[in-house]
């Protein structure tokens, strides 16, 4: 029954044909209007209002709120919030029954209650059953309702976290003989924690039964501890194997500065309480970061709180007053860092947003970098079209671009040099590329027919270029090969990567010689070198010619 | 009378020691109270009030103004803006002189007036002498004036630049003949454009003359064409022969996403119009980017104009109205972006502010980069005692930063290992550092001298790591060898540094010999591999011993 990690985890054949048709195609409920790597805008329609994905819930504790629902939903312009179902059981029991959660909370967008899986993993038990927790959901009528999953959690042994899978599957599947109703979406749990092999078990049996949305459970501890590269694994692997044209949600999203790496691994929704939780401790937070207010001389924030007040008037109010402010600043973080996400997405950016927040905390820059492991399945899923050109910061991180990748992929795949090269002449690009100018090229070509005894006809021109390597001349001006800027000159381990991708060009195409142009710039030379170098290794003597000039 | 580029730029020692002095020593005007690489939060004192630096100073044009002078005193918390003398001469003339700016700007805070050198630059010529314009500045009572200087702007001659610094020298040494008044602070600015030879001359021949303030003439071609690498050595060369204890004037600084940059190299105060020219353009600004209107989608921002109206509804507001709310957000994000670059100097933190920031742009990066010929220069400028960890983002970066630099040297320049120690043992780190607890090591010295046969007094435990590179175990939890965050696990252009960095350390040093400890993890292997080639070919034979455990 249980396959290898490796064997269930990169099924990408079948995932590739299952996201190659449209989204939205048999849930009506959900419709994907754009994408960019995993991420979609999408519009998801609930029974209080079509809600805008990716969406940030605010986690709204129903006993005490420092920010009322109410005040969400008119000044933060908020269309779903995350509660708890097991707190308002506990709490308000049949008052919240009759009711209802919209009117318990005065709010009249869309309401998504947890279980109280969470309180399992915090408090190890929970006084209600599954079928309780359905029924009572049913009963106050959420808009998004979970089963009562059994989270996995941190520090556990393979075995347990086998048994949390089959548990919450067994309780998932009661689901269709406890419910009564038809309009409430169902949100099924995928379990496994940081054992992937276990995720992707967990996904495909969950992904089986008919839930609306699919979530990911109790990546908390991943999450309190920065291991976001473990996170990235376990979001990465559930999508993977999961029902791609359903919604999914990401429990517990922690601080702002990591929203856009979830969206962008494909969590449409993701509740966070971290704008409460940080504010109970005059913590304020930033896009980047967080600063304590004790700490903080100018706020670093343009938002209706900031402008009134200074962190010195802030400190100076009562508890109660200055946790509600607090939260509020927090809160216009959060919304307005979800709209840049989205923004991003549109533009076709939003790796290079990713990129950019990355540098905000190295546990960031380490989960990005987790991508080279998927790059190829990021590469499939992402749109080709962009509307804008790139922007390439000199990392390793740029070669696992899907832009990139996919460049290569096709290169070595379908591209095939013009008949009559015999000749591959490789012009390293300048920083303005320059090299690319008609008239340049004329010259350089007479220059080296001249010097070599060789027909123009044969000789074929390629650009070398970070981080796409060789760029045949006849392609050189299409999207993105031309419309990039880079960040020059490139680091050492940059031109070895390029040098890699010239020698494996060289190795699948039947020049009968190879020539680099090299300038007094010092990267072409520095290219040269490293062509030449691993030429001699490992093309066992078939060297490369360099013409200076 | 030239020196060569080289003689002139590079005085450290000079320079040094002028640092050394207290920034505020013999300037009551000006009194620094915190620093962070090149920057400084200071306090201005000028005839309207005390002006907190670094300070953006928005540009107005006293004709046509989208957001009033008033309105920036009151909503935004602006205590200095920039206009232009020999625009209000032009419009007003006697009017002018009778109100005097303030009162017909209506700004009770400072205000600065550029002299038409801009003018100049952009129509060649301006119909006013220095005389005339120096005399207006008093008539009109700026705070702060600026002689009217000659730009050298950006195409130009060697020959040519060198003529407009003599010029501009020449009507700076007039203005002590020209002005009557004693409460007027006097910018003189640098000239020599791309020639930085000519801007050290410039520098130091300006910086000669009793001017209050100093200024970097006409960057902005070099701005609008995103040469931020050339602006990083033009700024610091003039700023390393200027009086350091001059405030420090940038002319014409653009879009916010370059402010920290500029105030990170020792800009005090920088003017922009970006603000307003962007606005009538429906050009939308953020702190990493511009976007067009017609583009936007959902506002990335959290300002009152943001959080009050969508982008679709600005775009269906009349031109003039929306050009007004757009310059409104642009300045509010860009007096966000002062008090975060403040409060990151204030933590210590700028450099990973940049390093952030840097990420919005290509050119900006390049422009970081920049820096590594400048790292000693702005290793000794830059305070030692910060006041939290850092923050590693696994790039060559993190090599040229102070904090790397200065540990460096000190360990060459000053460490000695204790007396008895004949045997190296490397450790190098793992992500978590656990490989320091004094438990493992205790284990790991007796393995190794079981081993090798060795006295464990013998034996000298010192730490690798990326960037810092050897770490004896006796200062390894010295600020900040402890207190950072890294991005593992390195990449290879990094592990080669390290490598070179443990060369140099064995080089100097007197073991008989050298052991690594290899763990299974691949960063520590790739060491070895890196140390074990790089010491075969530059110790002459002389091997690193590796150990596996």
């Known amino acids: 029954m249980f396959h290898t990690p490796s064997s269930i985890i990169f099924k990408r054949e079948v995932i590739v044909k299952r996201l190659s048709e449209r989204c939205s195609g048999n849930m009506a409920d959900f419709e994907v209007l754009d994408r960019d790597l995993l991420a979609r805008i999408g519009r998801l329609k609930t029974r209080s209002g079509t809600i805008e994905t990716p969406a940030f819930l605010p986690v709204i504790n129903p006993v005490k709120e420092a920010v009322t629902p109410k005040e969400l939903w008119e000044n933060y312009g908020c269309k779903i919030l995350m509660t708890n179902a097991y707190i308002i059981k506990k709490h308000f029991n049949e008052g919240a029954r009759e009711l209802g959660v919209h009117r318990l909370l005065g709010f009249p967008g869309a309401i998504m209650t947890d279980s109280g899986a969470y309180q399992i993993l915090e408090y190890g038990e929970v006084g209600a059953t599954n079928e309780e927790i359905i029924r009572y959901q049913e009963d106050i009528g959420s808009d998004i309702a979970v089963i009562l999953d059994l989270p996995t959690g941190w520090n556990v042994t393979w075995d347990y976290a086998k048994y949390t899978v089959e548990e919450t599957l067994r309780r998932a599947r009661e689901l269709w003989s406890i419910k009564s109703r038809g309009d409430i979406m169902w949100v099924g749990p995928v379990q496994g924690g940081r054992y992937v092999d276990l995720v992707a078990l967990s996904a495909?049996?969950?992904?089986?039964?008919?839930?609306?949305?699919?979530?990911?459970?109790?990546?908390?501890?991943?999450?309190?501890?920065?291991?976001?590269?473990?996170?990235?694994?376990?979001?990465?692997?559930?999508?993977?194997?999961?029902?791609?044209?359903?919604?999914?949600?990401?429990?517990?999203?922690?601080?702002?500065?990591?929203?856009?790496?979830?969206?962008?691994?494909?969590?449409?929704?993701?509740?966070?309480?971290?704008?409460?939780?940080?504010?109970?401790e005059d913590r304020y937070i930033t896009e980047y970061g967080t600063i304590r207010l004790e700490d903080l001389e100018y706020a670093p924030c343009s938002c209706p709180v900031c402008?009134?007040?200074?962190?010195?008037?802030?400190?100076?109010?009562?508890?109660?007053?200055?946790?509600?402010?607090?939260?509020?600043?927090?809160?216009y973080v959060c919304f307005a860092e979800i709209r840049r996400?989205?923004?991003?997405?549109?533009?076709?950016?939003?790796?290079?947003?990713?990129?950019?927040?990355?540098?905000?905390?190295?546990?960031?820059?380490?989960?990005?970098?987790?991508?080279?492991?998927?790059?190829?399945?990021?590469?499939?899923?992402?749109?080709v079209v962009k509307r804008r050109g790139l922007f390439f910061f000199n990392s390793p991180l740029d070669f696992i671009r899907p832009e990139t990748t996919r460049y290569e992929r096709r290169l070595l795949e379908r591209y095939t040099p013009p008949e009559r090269a015999t000749t591959l002449l490789l012009i390293p690009d300048s920083e303005t590329k320059d090299n690319r100018r008609r008239r340049y090229l004329k010259k350089v070509i007479s220059l080296v027919c001249k010097r070599y005894g060789l027909d123009p006809g044969s000789v074929h021109v390629c650009f070398c270029s970070p981080p796409f390597g060789v760029i045949p001349v006849e392609l050189s001006e299409i999207y993105p090969l031309y419309q990039y800027e880079y960040a020059y000159p490139p680091n050492d381990e940059v031109i070895e990567r390029v040098a890699e991708k010239v020698l494996r060009y060289v190795l699948i195409t039947p020049y009968e010689r190879v020539i680099m142009l090299v300038r007094e710039d010092s990267w072409s030379q520095r290219l040269a070198d490293s062509c030449t170098k691993l030429f001699s290794e490992r093309l066992l003597g078939k060297n490369i010619l360099i013409f200076n000039i």
């Open 341 to 383: 996400i989205k923004q991003a997405i549109l533009e076709g950016r939003l790796w290079e947003y990713i990129e950019m927040r990355a540098h905000s905390h190295p546990a960031l820059l380490q989960a990005l970098k987790k991508l080279e492991r998927y790059s190829d399945y990021v590469e499939r899923v992402t749109p």
């Open 307 to 331: 402008v009134k007040r200074s962190p010195r008037e802030l400190r100076e109010m009562p508890k109660t007053e200055r946790e509600t402010e607090i939260s509020r600043h927090n809160l």
């Open 204 to 280: 495909r049996e969950i992904g089986s039964l008919p839930f609306d949305i699919h979530a990911l459970g109790s990546p908390t501890p991943v999450m309190e501890q920065y291991l976001f590269h473990i996170l990235v694994d376990m979001i990465l692997t559930a999508k993977m194997n999961l029902p791609v044209e359903r919604p999914f949600h990401l429990f517990g999203a922690g601080h702002p500065f990591m929203f856009s790496l979830v969206v962008a691994l494909g969590c449409d929704l993701f509740d966070s309480a971290a704008y409460s939780i940080f504010a109970r």
